[in-house]
């Protein structure tokens, strides 16, 4: 009987099942959802219902690093800014806007949409390492800096990727492991701690 | 800069936007919602807008009771076995619907859309009590149960209704107040105590 326990009308139902389908979203917050949604005007019903399905028809990746944009290139590819010898790797565009928000990074952007998972049937050739490949030989690329999850998913991806550049003569970088910005050693984790430890950093004698 | 820090294409902006906006989605959320919609099928995007703008369309108020309908009456008052003579009044929709969940009421309801509330600017012109006072003046009615929240401004509302109600000659009652099913003596707020004492049941002598 759910999510609506058959006692709502029917078009009110097909909605709460529609939020209740989205991340997240339990049965209550599905239907307080849709109830909001009955209180907005039709205007704003309308707009939300386009705002649907004009992101599905307008978004697509970039011709270039995968990203999502609503033209041909994305916004970060289409900078005069941007320094394009410098490719971050990332698994998904949620690390790239997470990159983003820190503000200090000035190239370019790979984005895989996944990592190679053998659990989940990922196989290379279902991500976009490929085209990652083919803008590296296409030349005037000086840094690839992989900046995938370190766990275990995250290492075998970045390792492969490593292993098809690095024949192109290509500088192959990751991001540092170890304590978060404003972490805790005490309440680190083992893993965290090893790394930490094996990626010590020098202060002196100064090189 | 919020919800999207404006990093992401218009259109998909646009769309975390309206998911931020429903009750209980954060940004967070609302991106991650957005980015599912993205991975839908174009037709079940266009299902999801199909029921936003349907739900609008279709659903509106029972002539009879003001309960949710996409017909003319609500399922409740469309059915044969309810008892016609025995109103429930209830302030929300969700209250009617769980009432419903408790499958032993079998009489028909009456939805007032809000509670009197001086606070929030709400009069008793503004929810739905003169169409209640109509359906008992039109004769038929037995007995009105009061299901209002027992608070403030659900117990105001109950005594106003109360007053209207009464020259009528029809019968007026309101929910028990007392521990909840399953609870706890030790635990129940001082008010529930209060209240539990004030609306003892007589067990012994038999009456």
């Not at 909605?15 to 239907?31: E, H, R």
Request: glycine share 8%; hydrophobic share 45%.
């Amino acid at each position: 009987m759910r999510p609506g326990t058959g006692l709502f009308p029917e078009a009110l139902e097909r909605l709460i099942t529609q939020f209740a389908a989205l991340p997240g979203v339990g049965t209550k917050s599905a239907q307080r959802m849709a109830f909001r949604v009955l209180d907005y005007t039709p205007e704003r019903a309308e707009a939300f219902a386009n705002a649907i399905t004009d992101a599905k028809a307008l978004i697509r990746r970039c011709g270039v690093c995968q990203n999502l944009t609503d033209g041909e290139t994305c916004s970060v590819c289409a900078s005069e800014r941007r320094d394009r010898g410098l490719i971050c790797v990332v698994a998904d565009i949620r690390d790239l806007y997470a990159i983003e928000r820190a503000r200090n990074y000035g190239g370019v952007y790979h984005v895989l949409h996944g990592v190679i998972s053998p659990m989940r049937r990922i196989a290379a050739e279902d991500i976009a390492i490929a085209p990652l490949v083919e803008r590296v030989k296409a030349g005037g690329v000086t840094e690839v800096i992989l900046a995938l999850n370190p766990d275990t998913e995250g290492e075998a991806t970045a390792m492969y990727i490593s292993r098809l550049l690095t024949p192109l003569g290509v500088k192959v970088t990751r991001l540092a492991t170890g304590l978060p910005a404003g972490g805790n050693v005490e309440f680190a984790d083992d893993a965290t701690i090893f790394r930490a430890l094996q990626e010590r950093i020098l202060i002196y004698p100064y090189t």
